[in-house]
């Protein structure tokens, strides 16, 4: 698979491993994935519980959510904006319960290689088999009900941006235009730096000084709110998608949330804020980190790793460690798929470490059609 | 016993055929340069940095009618173009004149501002 460059191109130390690596493959009983699909539905409501509770109790500052930007997030859950899809990381060894690690609800990657290219896969090696994968149909019926609450019949947008050396979020977000366009609904791309601001009309424009009313980003609402333009946002009616009231959602501190509002539910890890609490062993992740930076683990022998990153300045929380699985040296992390409210699909990505970062491989996976 | 659910696919038979290519011609398109023309502060160059480099600061700030007609303002903010702004919001490796060739891409109008958002860093996650 040539398609997939990002990956030892944007790693000058040259990765021994392909991203895409077919040479092994992950397989799974029916019975197991409707066992998951419903730990993934339900963790996704529980969520919408979390982004509720915030919404009433006004609990921002958990979140490190600026004060001008609450109000945006509490009308925007309000109206009910229409969400689109987010990926559950899920720490699962096929024996005990799929333990939540992360959720990525505003700008999860490593979707075109779980919609399609494991899909192709599939087809081309196991065409008889099964797979637990409808990212692709899931995205465009969503595409079809996000275009049919619309007033106006223009073109959504879709923002790439210039900070994207490795290609992976302008894959992901041409992706995301086709299933809209396969739905109906034209698309326009444009970069977030191109973005201009109508200060007669109030209004977010393209490039022909069209007015966007939809705007589909993979760029975080957390540097979004940081940014010059970002201070303009209230009072237009551009349509993110995804919507800023997922900023709740996008931040580790919703796992905080989570385990105060669930506590000891068998699908997530007790984890506090700023504090270890009473974890001996423990991940500590920086709330708006990405990609597996500025992270520190704790085991049980006291053994202390660090990955490299400048996230943290707005806090941490403290995740009770819990290790990844291990088949062969790899650990396996499964990215569970949410599309508008259900489950939707898997993709597994591979690390020889225990962080899950930007240096681990997709894995594909089937089911067979026979399960023993 | 596991339920009737056994009879469900649960993979999806709706991917178009050729949509991949497709793809790829997009990410190839994007690869086509336009130069950017940034806003720039001229009194506040990047503390520290060897070659230099300005702060991005709103297109409000600078005349675009002197991207046009290739005009370079004396004033404090004046069009920095191409180069590459890095995650402070600093921009550097660019240049004061603007290219002769290829599509300039900046403010178009007195009420128009660009530039407002990007340059936090890698998004993805």
Same mark, same amino acid.
């Given at each position: 698979?040539?398609?997939?460059?990002?990956?030892?191109?944007?790693?000058?130390?040259?990765?021994?491993?392909?991203?895409?690596?077919?040479?092994?493959?992950?397989?799974?009983?029916?019975?197991?994935?409707?066992?998951?699909?419903?730990? &993934?539905?339900?963790?996704?409501?529980?969520?919408?519980?979390?982004?509720?509770?915030?919404?009433? /109790?006004?609990?921002?500052? &958990? *979140?490190?959510?600026?004060?001008?930007?609450?109000?945006?997030?509490?009308?925007?859950?309000?109206?009910?904006?229409?969400?689109?899809?987010?990926?559950?990381?899920?720490?699962?060894?096929? /024996?005990?319960?799929?333990?939540?690690?992360?959720?990525?609800?505003?700008?999860? /990657?490593?979707?075109?290689? @779980?919609?399609?290219? =494991?899909?192709?896969?599939? =087809?081309?090696?196991?065409?008889?088999?099964?797979?637990?994968?409808?990212?692709?149909?899931?995205?465009?019926?969503?595409?079809?009900?996000?275009?049919?609450?619309?007033?106006?019949?223009?073109?959504?947008?879709?923002?790439?941006?210039?900070?994207?050396?490795?290609?992976?979020? &302008?894959?992901?977000?041409?992706?995301? =235009?086709?299933?809209?366009?396969?739905?109906?609904?034209?698309?326009?791309?444009?970069?977030?730096?191109?973005?201009?601001?109508?200060?007669?009309?109030?209004?977010?424009?393209?490039?022909?000084?069209?007015?966007?009313?939809?705007?589909?980003?993979?760029?975080?609402?957390?540097?979004?709110?940081?940014?010059? $333009?970002?201070?303009?946002?209230?009072?237009?009616?551009?349509?993110?998608?995804?919507?800023?009231?997922?900023?709740?959602? @996008?931040?580790?501190?919703?796992?905080?949330?989570?385990?105060?509002?669930?506590?000891?539910?068998?699908? *997530?890890?007790?984890?506090?804020?700023?504090?270890?609490?009473?974890?001996? @062993?423990?991940? =500590?992740?920086?709330?708006?980190?990405?990609?597996?930076?500025?992270?520190?683990?704790?085991?049980?022998?006291?053994?202390?790793?660090?990955?490299?990153?400048?996230?943290?300045?707005?806090?941490?929380? $403290?995740?009770?460690?819990?290790?990844?699985?291990?088949?062969?040296?790899?650990?396996?992390?499964?990215?569970?798929?949410?599309?508008?409210?259900?489950?939707?699909? *898997?993709?597994?990505?591979?690390? @020889?470490?225990?962080? /899950?970062?930007?240096?681990?491989?997709?894995?594909?996976?089937?089911?067979? *059609?026979?399960?023993? | 016993?596991?339920?009737?659910?056994?009879?469900?696919?649960?993979?999806?038979?709706?991917?178009?055929?050729?949509?991949?290519?497709?793809?790829?011609?997009?990410?190839?398109?994007?690869?086509?340069?336009?130069?950017?023309?940034?806003?720039? !502060?001229?009194?506040?160059?990047?503390?520290?940095?060897?070659?230099?480099?300005?702060?991005?600061?709103?297109?409000?700030?600078? !005349?675009?009618? !002197?991207?046009?007609?290739?005009?370079?303002?004396?004033?404090?903010?004046?069009?920095?173009?191409?180069?590459?702004?890095?995650? !402070?919001?600093?921009?550097?490796?660019?240049?004061?004149?603007?290219?002769?060739?290829?599509?300039?891409?900046?403010?178009?109008?007195?009420?128009?501002?660009?530039?407002?958002?990007?340059?936090?860093?890698?998004?993805?996650?």
């Amino acid at each position: 698979m040539h398609g997939l460059a990002f990956h030892r191109d944007a790693h000058p130390e040259h990765l021994t491993r392909p991203y895409w690596d077919e040479s092994v493959h992950y397989v799974f009983g029916l019975d197991e994935v409707l066992a998951l699909e419903e730990v &993934v539905e339900e963790l996704h409501r529980m969520c919408l519980d979390v982004v509720e509770h915030v919404v009433t /109790t006004g609990r921002y500052h &958990v *979140l490190g959510i600026p004060d001008w930007v609450a109000p945006l997030i509490e009308e925007s859950w309000r109206r009910r904006d229409p969400h689109l899809y987010g990926r559950f990381d899920l720490r699962y060894d096929g /024996t005990g319960p799929a333990k939540l690690l992360e959720y990525n609800a505003d700008t999860p /990657t490593a979707l075109v290689e @779980s919609a399609i290219v =494991q899909w192709y896969w599939l =087809q081309e090696v196991f065409p008889e088999d099964d797979q637990w994968n409808s990212i692709h149909e899931r995205l465009v019926d969503r595409w079809k009900g996000i275009a049919a609450q619309r007033l106006d019949k223009g073109p959504a947008h879709f923002a790439w941006t210039h900070g994207d050396e490795t290609g992976e979020e &302008v894959m992901t977000i041409a992706y995301m =235009q086709e299933t809209a366009e396969e739905a109906g609904l034209p698309g326009i791309a444009i970069a977030m730096e191109d973005i201009g601001w109508d200060a007669r009309r109030g209004r977010f424009v393209d490039l022909k000084e069209d007015e966007i009313r939809t705007l589909c980003k993979l760029y975080p609402w957390e540097w979004i709110v940081n940014e010059p $333009f970002g201070k303009n946002i209230p009072g237009t009616p551009t349509r993110w998608i995804e919507p800023i009231w997922k900023m709740i959602l @996008s931040n580790k501190a919703l796992l905080v949330l989570l385990w105060e509002l669930f506590p000891g539910h068998p699908n *997530l890890l007790p984890t506090y804020l700023n504090t270890p609490s009473n974890l001996t @062993s423990f991940v =500590q992740k920086p709330l708006l980190g990405r990609e597996g930076a500025s992270m520190r683990i704790v085991t049980p022998d006291g053994d202390e790793r660090r990955t490299e990153g400048r996230y943290g300045s707005e806090g941490f929380v $403290f995740q009770e460690f819990c290790p990844l699985p291990d088949f062969d040296g790899e650990h396996p992390v499964l990215g569970a798929w949410v599309v508008h409210d259900e489950s939707a699909g *898997l993709g597994i990505r591979e690390t @020889s470490g225990l962080i /899950t970062d930007d240096t681990s491989s997709f894995v594909p996976h089937r089911i067979p *059609l026979s399960t023993p | 016993m596991p339920p009737q659910q056994d009879k469900r696919r649960l993979s999806s038979r709706a991917v178009k055929i050729g949509m991949v290519s497709a793809l790829s011609l997009t990410v190839a398109a994007c690869g086509s340069k336009t130069t950017t023309a940034w806003c720039v !502060d001229r009194y506040a160059p990047a503390a520290g940095r060897t070659v230099g480099g300005y702060k991005v600061v709103s297109d409000i700030f600078c !005349d675009s009618r !002197d991207i046009e007609r290739g005009t370079v303002s004396y004033g404090r903010y004046f069009w920095y173009y191409g180069g590459k702004r890095d995650d !402070d919001g600093y921009v550097s490796g660019g240049s004061t004149v603007g290219p002769r060739k290829g599509k300039i891409k900046s403010s178009s109008g007195r009420t128009l501002s660009r530039g407002g958002f990007g340059g936090s860093g890698r998004s993805g996650s």
